[in-house]
């Protein structure tokens, strides 16, 4: 069966960086534009970037535009998040979806707090 496993959040002080992770199985994951969500407490859960299967077409929220890299390693099966600048806005739990699947990982938790 399909799974998606994140990791890499923490607590961070504003401007700090994170590497998220997730880990994915149960599919050809060389075929399948993935996706990274974030959803804060009490707030709707929001895109933050998409990444095609080979790679190289990105799509960012305007939010997090020159801050946050998404990429991904085929061999791996791991997509990636690079997380810079971080601002406490940015305190959610961060989700990795197959894109156009009903597929989520669990989340892992980022809080950018001095």
């Known amino acids: 069966q399909v799974q998606l496993v994140e990791s890499g959040g923490g607590l961070v002080q504003p401007g700090g960086s994170l590497r998220l992770s997730c880990a994915a199985s149960g599919f050809t994951f060389s075929y399948s534009p993935m996706s990274w969500y974030r959803q804060a407490p009490g707030k709707e859960r929001e895109l933050v970037a998409h990444i095609s299967s080979g790679g190289s077409s990105t799509t960012y929220a305007d939010s997090v535009k020159g801050r946050f890299t998404i990429s991904r390693d085929n061999a791996k099966n791991t997509v990636y998040l690079q997380m810079n600048s971080l601002k406490p806005e940015d305190t959610a739990v961060y989700l990795c979806?197959?894109?156009?699947?009903?597929?989520w990982g669990q989340g892992t938790q980022v809080t950018v707090s001095s």
């Open positions: 979806n197959r894109r156009f699947y009903n597929d």
